[in-house]
């Protein structure tokens, strides 16, 4: 059995999902309120790690210094995952085997895991550099960020609809 497979089947067992699905059909409005906070968290991520990432790359907001722009802005990208975290996981309990098994779910996992990793170089080389000059790498790491976040984006609305992705008559 795959670390997946794995995963999902002790996810499945365990009292963490009969919590979550307790909690996801008792609490009255929790998916929805639920769902709309997490948009609202990948709102927030989307739109400071995206104008960091443009800024970077000289195409928004020239008058700002990239390096405090990061200072300012990165904080909300840090809050707004956590609270896509703690907002995403009672849905990944109710239904590993959903997400796990989910090769669109694996795409959203990789493209984040590289989003994060981007946003925390970057917010390192803000606190260390204080040159005019942006280098190269970090141009790299901006668009490496930005194609991550928008991967992200894209297969966490894809999850739902991965039937119609890997469509079979049968």
Same mark, same amino acid.
């Given at each position: 059995?795959?670390? !997946?497979?794995?995963? @999902?089947?002790?996810?499945?067992?365990?009292?963490? #999902?009969?919590? @979550? &699905?307790?909690?996801?059909? !008792?609490?009255? *409005?929790?998916?929805? &309120?639920?769902?709309?906070?997490?948009?609202?968290?990948?709102?927030?991520? /989307?739109?400071?790690? $995206?104008?960091?990432?443009?800024?970077?790359?000289?195409?928004? $907001?020239?008058?700002?210094?990239?390096?405090? /722009? &990061?200072?300012?802005?990165?904080?909300?990208?840090?809050?707004?995952? %956590? +609270?896509?975290?703690?907002? *995403?996981?009672?849905?990944?309990?109710?239904?590993?085997? #959903?997400?796990?098994?989910?090769?669109?779910?694996? %795409?959203? $996992? +990789? *493209?984040?895991?590289?989003?994060?990793?981007?946003?925390? /170089?970057?917010?390192?080389? @803000?606190?260390?550099?204080?040159?005019? #000059? &942006?280098?190269?790498?970090?141009?790299?790491?901006?668009? /490496?960020?930005?194609?991550?976040? +928008?991967? +992200?984006?894209?297969? *966490?609305?894809?999850?739902?609809?991965?039937?119609?992705?890997?469509?079979?008559?049968?």
């Amino acid at each position: 059995m795959r670390p !997946n497979e794995l995963l @999902a089947q002790s996810l499945a067992e365990s009292s963490l #999902r009969d919590g @979550a &699905i307790w909690l996801l059909s !008792n609490v009255p *409005g929790l998916p929805p &309120i639920t769902q709309s906070i997490h948009i609202l968290g990948v709102a927030a991520v /989307m739109a400071s790690s $995206v104008l960091i990432d443009l800024r970077l790359l000289g195409l928004a $907001v020239p008058s700002q210094e990239p390096s405090a /722009m &990061i200072r300012r802005l990165q904080p909300w990208t840090w809050v707004a995952l %956590a +609270v896509n975290l703690v907002t *995403g996981l009672p849905f990944l309990l109710a239904r590993p085997y #959903r997400y796990f098994l989910n090769p669109i779910f694996g %795409a959203k $996992v +990789v *493209g984040l895991l590289i989003a994060v990793a981007a946003s925390w /170089m970057l917010h390192r080389w @803000a606190r260390s550099d204080r040159s005019e #000059r &942006i280098p190269l790498g970090v141009r790299v790491l901006a668009v /490496m960020s930005l194609l991550a976040w +928008v991967l +992200v984006v894209f297969a *966490g609305r894809w999850i739902a609809y991965v039937d119609y992705l890997f469509w079979s008559e049968g």
